[in-house]
C-alpha cells in the first residue's frame, strides 16, 4: 500500500515565498510609475486589486495547510472539516478573478502603449474580453457551485457541480489567452531599433512570461491526479464539494499550489513591465542612457518632432551653426516659408496624450518605459542609415507627401504604400524582412520555396484529417457512441467548412492578404485542438462535436488561402501541376497520420489512453502556434486585386477574349464560378460518400480483410494519382481533358465496386476509386480560380464553402444504406455520373476552352518588343500577343478602372499600370 506523506509544509512555503515575491513586486510597480514618473494609469490600479484577491487566495490555502489540506484523510481530525470545506470554497471562488485581473492589467498597458499600432489594440481588447467573460462566467459558477450555496463550505446537503471538471474545462483558455498575452507584442518588440543589450533583456522580459504557461500545464497534471483517483473509485461518479474520493485534499493539493505558483508569478511578470524609470533611477548603466538615434540636443528621435530653430541644415541652408548668430529677416521668412509647405510627421503618440502626460511618463534620465517605445512607429531605413526626422512616417496606411526639393525650387509628389503584414525592421537586427515581388510574377524558380514552405499547411491539414479520423472511430468504441452520433461528429466537421470562408476566411484575405489569414486559420486551428483537451478527459460527446467544428473552422481559413496562393505562384500555365503537387502532400499526411496514431500514440483508446490523448493535442497545438509565428516572419508574396486583375486581362486578351464573353448566353466567367462551385459540392458529397463508409465497405466488399491496411492504400494511391496528374498537366495535357478522365475513372470503378460480387475486385475498385478522384480537386479549382481576376478571393472562398457538400451527401448515403452497405454506392455512382457533364461543357465552345486552358498564360515576350504589354512592376512578367494591343486596350483600361478607380479619384493610385512599345 502506498504511503501518502503530508504535502501541507510544501504547499505552505511555496505559496508564502510567492506571494511574498508577487507583493515586493507590486510595491516596485508603484514606487516606479506613482513614486518615480509620478503617473498613475488605469492598469495600475488592476494591478493592485490583482494582487489583493492574490493575497486572498493564497491566505485560504495556507489557512488549509493547517486544517489538513496535503494530508491523507487518515491524519485529518474530524474538527478541521468545516475550515478545509471553507478554505478550499474560497480557493475556487478567488482564483477566477485573481487570474481575470492580472491578464486584464497587462492588456490595459498593451491597449494603451500601442497607439501606433492598430493590431495590438484591437488584438487587445479581444483578447481582453475573452478574458474577462471567461473570468466573471467561471466565478460566477464557482460562487454558486451547490444549491443552497452554503453546500460548498459546511455540512448541509447539496446539489453541486463537478469543480474538477469545471477547473480542467477551463483550462485551454488559461492557456490560450496565457499564449496571446506572451505573443502579442513580441512581432513589434522584435522590430524595435534599439541596442542590442536593451533589445535582449526586453524581449527576454517577455519570453519569463512564457513560465505562466508552463504553469498552468502542471496545475492541470495534478487535476489531473484527483480525476483519476475518481474515476478508479467510481467511473461515474463526481468531485464536489459535497462527495469527494478517499485523500482527494492530498491529491489536490499540490493543484492548489501551482494555482498560487500561476497567480504570483502572472503579477511579477504584469509588474516587471514597467519598472523601467526605477531601474534606470537607480542603475542608469543597465540598460544605457540613451535609446536609437539621437538628434543634436540629446533628446531620443522617437519622440522628436522638427522645428525650425532645431534644423542645422536644409538642403544647403546652414542655419545657427554658431550659436547666437542672428539670423537674417528675409531669410528667416523665407525658409519658415518653406518649411511650412513641408508635411511634417506628427508626433508619434497618441493625439490626446497632453504635453503634461509626455513629460510625467519619463523618468528622471530622460528615459522611456519599456512600452512608450511602442506608442511611435518603428523608423523605415535602409540598412545601416539611419533615418532623419523629416524621412519618418507615423502611421501604415497609404499617404500621398510633398517633398521639397529646395534645390530645384519645385515640388515633388510621391507615394508611399506600407504593407502591414510585413514586419518593417529587422528581426533581431540580423534577419532582414523585406517585402517580396507580387504573387503573380513570381518566376518558376523564385517561386519553389514559398510553394514548399506553404506546402507544410497541406501536410498539417492532411495529417489532422487523418488523426481526427481514427479518434473519432476509437472514441466511438470506447464511449460507446451510436452511428448516428458518429455521423453527427462528421457533419460537425465539414459544417464548419460552410461558415469559416463565409464568416472569417474571404475577409481577412482580402483585406490583410494571404500571410494574416494563414495566421488566423492556424490561431482557430490551435483553439480546436486545445479545445480537445477537456473534451478526451471529461469524455464529452459535445466537447468533441465543438472540437470537430473548430479545428476544421481554422483548416477552412486556411485552405481559403493556401489553395489560390500555390495555384498563382509562378507561371500561370502550371498552377493546376503545383497545386495537384501541394494537395499530394497532403495526402501523405493522411497517409502518416493513421500510422502515427496505431503505432506512436495509441492501439485502442481506454480510460487511460483519454487522460493521454489532451497532451496529443497540446502539442499540436503548440505546433501549430509557433508555425504561426514562423509564417509572421517569413517573407512571403502577395497579390492583391490589382494584380489578379491585370494578369487575367492580359491573359483574357492572349486568348482573344474579351471580359464580357458569353457562354451558353452567361457570361463566362460567371458561368466557370457558379458551376464550378456546384461541381465541388458534387465532388466533396462523392469522396466523403466513400471514405466515411470505408470500414463497412471493405467488410462487406472482401469479409475478413483489415480496413485500416486498405484504407492506408488506398491514401497512397490517391497520392500517387495526384503526383500523376501534376505530371501531366505539366506536359500539357489540357486538365480540362484529365478532369474528364479521372471523373469517369471514378464512375466507372465506382459501379463496378457496387455490382461486383464479394472478392478481392471489389477491395480492388474501392482503391482505385480514391485514386481517380484524387486529382479532381485540385484540379478544378484552378481551373475555375483562372480568369477571375480581382474576383479570385471570393472565388476561392465559395469553393471551399463547397466542401460543406460533405455533409449533404454522406448522410443521404447513410440513409440510404439499409442492410448492405455497397447499396450506399448509388449515391456516389450518380454523383460521378453528374461530374462527367463539367469537362464536357468547358470543351463545347471556343470561349470556355480559351478561357481555361492553360497554355494561353505561356505565350510570352521579352520587353522593349513590339506588342509587348505588362504591368509596370520589377518583375513582371510579360507576354505575346497575336493581333495589335489596341485592339484590346478599351477593355484593360475598363478593367484597371473597375478595380481601382480613377486616378482624379483622390485616393492613392493603383501600383498596376499598362505600358505598351510599338
Given at each position: 500500500m502506498e504511503v501518502l506523506n503530508n504535502r501541507g509544509p510544501t504547499v505552505f512555503v511555496v505559496t508564502l515565498v510567492l506571494i511574498a515575491l508577487a507583493t515586493v513586486f507590486t510595491a516596485l510597480r508603484l514606487i516606479s510609475k506613482w513614486g518615480v514618473t509620478r503617473n498613475a494609469t488605469s492598469d495600475d490600479f488592476v494591478a493592485v486589486v490583482a494582487w489583493l484577491f492574490a493575497i486572498g487566495l493564497s491566505v485560504s490555502i495556507m489557512i488549509g495547510t493547517q486544517v489538513g489540506l496535503g494530508a491523507p484523510d487518515s491524519e485529518i481530525l474530524p474538527q478541521w472539516y468545516n475550515p478545509l470545506k471553507r478554505c478550499l470554497y474560497s480557493f475556487t471562488v478567488l482564483y477566477n478573478p485573481a487570474v481575470m485581473t492580472t491578464k486584464t492589467a497587462i492588456l490595459i498597458l498593451y491597449h494603451r502603449m500601442a497607439a501606433a499600432h492598430p493590431f495590438l489594440r484591437y488584438a487587445s481588447l479581444i483578447t481582453m474580453a475573452v478574458v474577462d467573460v471567461a473570468g466573471v462566467i467561471l466565478t460566477v459558477l464557482n460562487v454558486f457551485q451547490c444549491h443552497p450555496?452554503?453546500?460548498?463550505?459546511?455540512?448541509?446537503?447539496?446539489?453541486?457541480?463537478?469543480?474538477?471538471?469545471?477547473?480542467?474545462?477551463?483550462?485551454?483558455?488559461?492557456?490560450?489567452?496565457?499564449?496571446?498575452?506572451?505573443?502579442?507584442?513580441?512581432?513589434?518588440?522584435?522590430?524595435?531599433?534599439?541596442?542590442?543589450?536593451?533589445?535582449v533583456i526586453l524581449v527576454a522580459t517577455f519570453i519569463v512570461g512564457g513560465f505562466v504557461t508552463i504553469v498552468d500545464v502542471v496545475r492541470i497534471v495534478y487535476l489531473q491526479e484527483a480525476l483519476k483517483v475518481e474515476l478508479e473509485v467510481d467511473p461515474s461518479a463526481s468531485i464536489t464539494a459535497t462527495t469527494r474520493p478517499p485523500n482527494f485534499t492530498y491529491h489536490v493539493s499540490f493543484s492548489l499550489m501551482w494555482s498560487a505558483v500561476d497567480v504570483s508569478v502572472g503579477i511579477m511578470c504584469c509588474c516587471v513591465l514597467v519598472l523601467k524609470p526605477l531601474v534606470m533611477h537607480i542603475m542608469p548603466k543597465l540598460l544605457g542612457a540613451h535609446h536609437g538615434h539621437h538628434n543634436p540636443t540629446g533628446t531620443p528621435d522617437s519622440h522628436f518632432r522638427p522645428d525650425i530653430k532645431d534644423m542645422r541644415c536644409l538642403d544647403g541652408v546652414h542655419i545657427g551653426e554658431v550659436p547666437g548668430t542672428p539670423w537674417s529677416t528675409s531669410i528667416t521668412h523665407q525658409i519658415r516659408a518653406e518649411v511650412s509647405r513641408i508635411e511634417l510627421p506628427m508626433s508619434p503618440r497618441p493625439p490626446t496624450m497632453s504635453s503634461t502626460a509626455e513629460q510625467s511618463t519619463e523618468d528622471e534620465d530622460g528615459t522611456m518605459d519599456f512600452f512608450e517605445m511602442l506608442a511611435s512607429e518603428p523608423p523605415r531605413e535602409a540598412p545601416g542609415v539611419p533615418l532623419s526626422p523629416l524621412e519618418e512616417e507615423p502611421t501604415r496606411r497609404p499617404r500621398r507627401s510633398t517633398i521639397l526639393s529646395h534645390r530645384r525650387g519645385t515640388a515633388q509628389t510621391s507615394t508611399t504604400q506600407e504593407l502591414t503584414q510585413e514586419p518593417s525592421q529587422n528581426f533581431f537586427d540580423f534577419v532582414n524582412i523585406k517585402s517580396k515581388v507580387p504573387l503573380t510574377q513570381l518566376s518558376a524558380k523564385e517561386a519553389w520555396w514559398p510553394i514548399m514552405f506553404v506546402s507544410i499547411l497541406f501536410f498539417l491539414w492532411g495529417f489532422a484529417i487523418g488523426l481526427l479520423g481514427i479518434l473519432n472511430i476509437e472514441i466511438q468504441n470506447q464511449l460507446g457512441y451510436t452511428p448516428s452520433h458518429t455521423i453527427a461528429l462528421h457533419n460537425a466537421y465539414w459544417a464548419a467548412y460552410f461558415f469559416g470562408p463565409l464568416l472569417v476566411g474571404y475577409w481577412v484575405l482580402k483585406y490583410q492578404g494571404f500571410k494574416a489569414t494563414f495566421m488566423t486559420g492556424l490561431a482557430i486551428y490551435a483553439t480546436g485542438a486545445m479545445?480537445?483537451?477537456?473534451?478526451?478527459?471529461?469524455?464529452?460527446?459535445?466537447?468533441?462535436?465543438?472540437?470537430?467544428?473548430?479545428?476544421?473552422?481554422?483548416?477552412?481559413?486556411?485552405?481559403?488561402?493556401?489553395?489560390?496562393?500555390?495555384?498563382?505562384?509562378?507561371?500561370?500555365?502550371?498552377?493546376?501541376?503545383?497545386?495537384n503537387f501541394a494537395q499530394a502532400i497532403q495526402a501523405i499526411g493522411k497517409v502518416i497520420s493513421p500510422i502515427f496514431a496505431q503505432k506512436a500514440l495509441l492501439f485502442s483508446i481506454d480510460r487511460e489512453d483519454l487522460f493521454r490523448v489532451q497532451w496529443y493535442y497540446l502539442a499540436v497545438a503548440l505546433f501549430v502556434v509557433f508555425l504561426a509565428i514562423i509564417f509572421y516572419y517569413v517573407p512571403l508574396s502577395e497579390a492583391d486585386d490589382d494584380d489578379l486583375e491585370a494578369i487575367a486581362l492580359h491573359r483574357l486578351y492572349n486568348a482573344g477574349l474579351d471580359k464580357g464573353d458569353k457562354a451558353f448566353g452567361v457570361d463566362a466567367r460567371h458561368l466557370l464560378l457558379w458551376s464550378g462551385v456546384c461541381m465541388m459540392v458534387i465532388y466533396t458529397g462523392a469522396r466523403d460518400a466513400v471514405s466515411y463508409f470505408w470500414t463497412s465497405l471493405v467488410q462487406d466488399a472482401k469479409p475478413g480483410s483489415d480496413p485500416s491496411g486498405n484504407?492506408?492504400?488506398?491514401?497512397?494511391?490517391?497520392?500517387?494519382?495526384?503526383?500523376?496528374?501534376?505530371?501531366?498537366c505539366y506536359f500539357g495535357i489540357p486538365p480540362r481533358i484529365s478532369v474528364g478522365i479521372f471523373a469517369f475513372g471514378a464512375f466507372v470503378t465506382t459501379l463496378l465496386?457496387?455490382?461486383?460480387?464479394?472478392?478481392s475486385a471489389v477491395l480492388a475498385m474501392l482503391i482505385l476509386i480514391t485514386f481517380f478522384e484524387s486529382p479532381l480537386f485540385p484540379t478544378m479549382f484552378a481551373i475555375i480560380i483562372r480568369g477571375q481576376g480581382k474576383h479570385t478571393k471570393f472565388t476561392s472562398a465559395a469553393l471551399i464553402m463547397a466542401e460543406a457538400g460533405a455533409t449533404i451527401w454522406p448522410s443521404i448515403a447513410y440513409a440510404v444504406d439499409q442492410g448492405s452497405t455497397r447499396s450506399s454506392l448509388i449515391v456516389t455512382v450518380v454523383l460521378w455520373g453528374v461530374s462527367m457533364l463539367w469537362p464536357g461543357m468547358l470543351s463545347s465552345t471556343r470561349v470556355t476552352r480559351r478561357w481555361v486552358d492553360p497554355k494561353w498564360s505561356r505565350q510570352r515576350v521579352a520587353p522593349g518588343e513590339p506588342g509587348h504589354c505588362a504591368a509596370v512592376a520589377p518583375g513582371s512578367p510579360v507576354f505575346r500577343h497575336e493581333k495589335p494591343f489596341t485592339a484590346h486596350l478599351d477593355t484593360v483600361q475598363e478593367g484597371l478602372t473597375a478595380s481601382t478607380g480613377p486616378p482624379d479619384a483622390g485616393g492613392p493610385p493603383s501600383k498596376t499600370s499598362v505600358s505598351i512599345v510599338t
Amino acid at each position: 500500500m502506498e504511503v501518502l506523506n503530508n504535502r501541507g509544509p510544501t504547499v505552505f512555503v511555496v505559496t508564502l515565498v510567492l506571494i511574498a515575491l508577487a507583493t515586493v513586486f507590486t510595491a516596485l510597480r508603484l514606487i516606479s510609475k506613482w513614486g518615480v514618473t509620478r503617473n498613475a494609469t488605469s492598469d495600475d490600479f488592476v494591478a493592485v486589486v490583482a494582487w489583493l484577491f492574490a493575497i486572498g487566495l493564497s491566505v485560504s490555502i495556507m489557512i488549509g495547510t493547517q486544517v489538513g489540506l496535503g494530508a491523507p484523510d487518515s491524519e485529518i481530525l474530524p474538527q478541521w472539516y468545516n475550515p478545509l470545506k471553507r478554505c478550499l470554497y474560497s480557493f475556487t471562488v478567488l482564483y477566477n478573478p485573481a487570474v481575470m485581473t492580472t491578464k486584464t492589467a497587462i492588456l490595459i498597458l498593451y491597449h494603451r502603449m500601442a497607439a501606433a499600432h492598430p493590431f495590438l489594440r484591437y488584438a487587445s481588447l479581444i483578447t481582453m474580453a475573452v478574458v474577462d467573460v471567461a473570468g466573471v462566467i467561471l466565478t460566477v459558477l464557482n460562487v454558486f457551485q451547490c444549491h443552497p450555496i452554503s453546500a460548498a463550505f459546511t455540512e448541509i446537503d447539496g446539489t453541486c457541480i463537478d469543480i474538477v471538471a469545471l477547473y480542467l474545462s477551463s483550462a485551454p483558455i488559461n492557456v490560450l489567452t496565457d499564449l496571446a498575452i506572451l505573443l502579442l507584442p513580441l512581432p513589434i518588440l522584435t522590430s524595435l531599433r534599439m541596442e542590442f543589450q536593451q533589445k535582449v533583456i526586453l524581449v527576454a522580459t517577455f519570453i519569463v512570461g512564457g513560465f505562466v504557461t508552463i504553469v498552468d500545464v502542471v496545475r492541470i497534471v495534478y487535476l489531473q491526479e484527483a480525476l483519476k483517483v475518481e474515476l478508479e473509485v467510481d467511473p461515474s461518479a463526481s468531485i464536489t464539494a459535497t462527495t469527494r474520493p478517499p485523500n482527494f485534499t492530498y491529491h489536490v493539493s499540490f493543484s492548489l499550489m501551482w494555482s498560487a505558483v500561476d497567480v504570483s508569478v502572472g503579477i511579477m511578470c504584469c509588474c516587471v513591465l514597467v519598472l523601467k524609470p526605477l531601474v534606470m533611477h537607480i542603475m542608469p548603466k543597465l540598460l544605457g542612457a540613451h535609446h536609437g538615434h539621437h538628434n543634436p540636443t540629446g533628446t531620443p528621435d522617437s519622440h522628436f518632432r522638427p522645428d525650425i530653430k532645431d534644423m542645422r541644415c536644409l538642403d544647403g541652408v546652414h542655419i545657427g551653426e554658431v550659436p547666437g548668430t542672428p539670423w537674417s529677416t528675409s531669410i528667416t521668412h523665407q525658409i519658415r516659408a518653406e518649411v511650412s509647405r513641408i508635411e511634417l510627421p506628427m508626433s508619434p503618440r497618441p493625439p490626446t496624450m497632453s504635453s503634461t502626460a509626455e513629460q510625467s511618463t519619463e523618468d528622471e534620465d530622460g528615459t522611456m518605459d519599456f512600452f512608450e517605445m511602442l506608442a511611435s512607429e518603428p523608423p523605415r531605413e535602409a540598412p545601416g542609415v539611419p533615418l532623419s526626422p523629416l524621412e519618418e512616417e507615423p502611421t501604415r496606411r497609404p499617404r500621398r507627401s510633398t517633398i521639397l526639393s529646395h534645390r530645384r525650387g519645385t515640388a515633388q509628389t510621391s507615394t508611399t504604400q506600407e504593407l502591414t503584414q510585413e514586419p518593417s525592421q529587422n528581426f533581431f537586427d540580423f534577419v532582414n524582412i523585406k517585402s517580396k515581388v507580387p504573387l503573380t510574377q513570381l518566376s518558376a524558380k523564385e517561386a519553389w520555396w514559398p510553394i514548399m514552405f506553404v506546402s507544410i499547411l497541406f501536410f498539417l491539414w492532411g495529417f489532422a484529417i487523418g488523426l481526427l479520423g481514427i479518434l473519432n472511430i476509437e472514441i466511438q468504441n470506447q464511449l460507446g457512441y451510436t452511428p448516428s452520433h458518429t455521423i453527427a461528429l462528421h457533419n460537425a466537421y465539414w459544417a464548419a467548412y460552410f461558415f469559416g470562408p463565409l464568416l472569417v476566411g474571404y475577409w481577412v484575405l482580402k483585406y490583410q492578404g494571404f500571410k494574416a489569414t494563414f495566421m488566423t486559420g492556424l490561431a482557430i486551428y490551435a483553439t480546436g485542438a486545445m479545445a480537445f483537451w477537456p473534451s478526451s478527459v471529461l469524455r464529452s460527446y459535445a466537447g468533441f462535436f465543438v472540437s470537430n467544428f473548430i479545428i476544421a473552422l481554422g483548416l477552412s481559413c486556411v485552405e481559403v488561402a493556401a489553395n489560390p496562393f500555390i495555384a498563382l505562384a509562378g507561371p500561370g500555365e502550371l498552377s493546376e501541376a503545383r497545386l495537384n503537387f501541394a494537395q499530394a502532400i497532403q495526402a501523405i499526411g493522411k497517409v502518416i497520420s493513421p500510422i502515427f496514431a496505431q503505432k506512436a500514440l495509441l492501439f485502442s483508446i481506454d480510460r487511460e489512453d483519454l487522460f493521454r490523448v489532451q497532451w496529443y493535442y497540446l502539442a499540436v497545438a503548440l505546433f501549430v502556434v509557433f508555425l504561426a509565428i514562423i509564417f509572421y516572419y517569413v517573407p512571403l508574396s502577395e497579390a492583391d486585386d490589382d494584380d489578379l486583375e491585370a494578369i487575367a486581362l492580359h491573359r483574357l486578351y492572349n486568348a482573344g477574349l474579351d471580359k464580357g464573353d458569353k457562354a451558353f448566353g452567361v457570361d463566362a466567367r460567371h458561368l466557370l464560378l457558379w458551376s464550378g462551385v456546384c461541381m465541388m459540392v458534387i465532388y466533396t458529397g462523392a469522396r466523403d460518400a466513400v471514405s466515411y463508409f470505408w470500414t463497412s465497405l471493405v467488410q462487406d466488399a472482401k469479409p475478413g480483410s483489415d480496413p485500416s491496411g486498405n484504407q492506408a492504400i488506398s491514401i497512397a494511391a490517391n497520392a500517387f494519382g495526384r503526383f500523376l496528374a501534376a505530371g501531366l498537366c505539366y506536359f500539357g495535357i489540357p486538365p480540362r481533358i484529365s478532369v474528364g478522365i479521372f471523373a469517369f475513372g471514378a464512375f466507372v470503378t465506382t459501379l463496378l465496386a457496387m455490382v461486383l460480387p464479394q472478392g478481392s475486385a471489389v477491395l480492388a475498385m474501392l482503391i482505385l476509386i480514391t485514386f481517380f478522384e484524387s486529382p479532381l480537386f485540385p484540379t478544378m479549382f484552378a481551373i475555375i480560380i483562372r480568369g477571375q481576376g480581382k474576383h479570385t478571393k471570393f472565388t476561392s472562398a465559395a469553393l471551399i464553402m463547397a466542401e460543406a457538400g460533405a455533409t449533404i451527401w454522406p448522410s443521404i448515403a447513410y440513409a440510404v444504406d439499409q442492410g448492405s452497405t455497397r447499396s450506399s454506392l448509388i449515391v456516389t455512382v450518380v454523383l460521378w455520373g453528374v461530374s462527367m457533364l463539367w469537362p464536357g461543357m468547358l470543351s463545347s465552345t471556343r470561349v470556355t476552352r480559351r478561357w481555361v486552358d492553360p497554355k494561353w498564360s505561356r505565350q510570352r515576350v521579352a520587353p522593349g518588343e513590339p506588342g509587348h504589354c505588362a504591368a509596370v512592376a520589377p518583375g513582371s512578367p510579360v507576354f505575346r500577343h497575336e493581333k495589335p494591343f489596341t485592339a484590346h486596350l478599351d477593355t484593360v483600361q475598363e478593367g484597371l478602372t473597375a478595380s481601382t478607380g480613377p486616378p482624379d479619384a483622390g485616393g492613392p493610385p493603383s501600383k498596376t499600370s499598362v505600358s505598351i512599345v510599338t
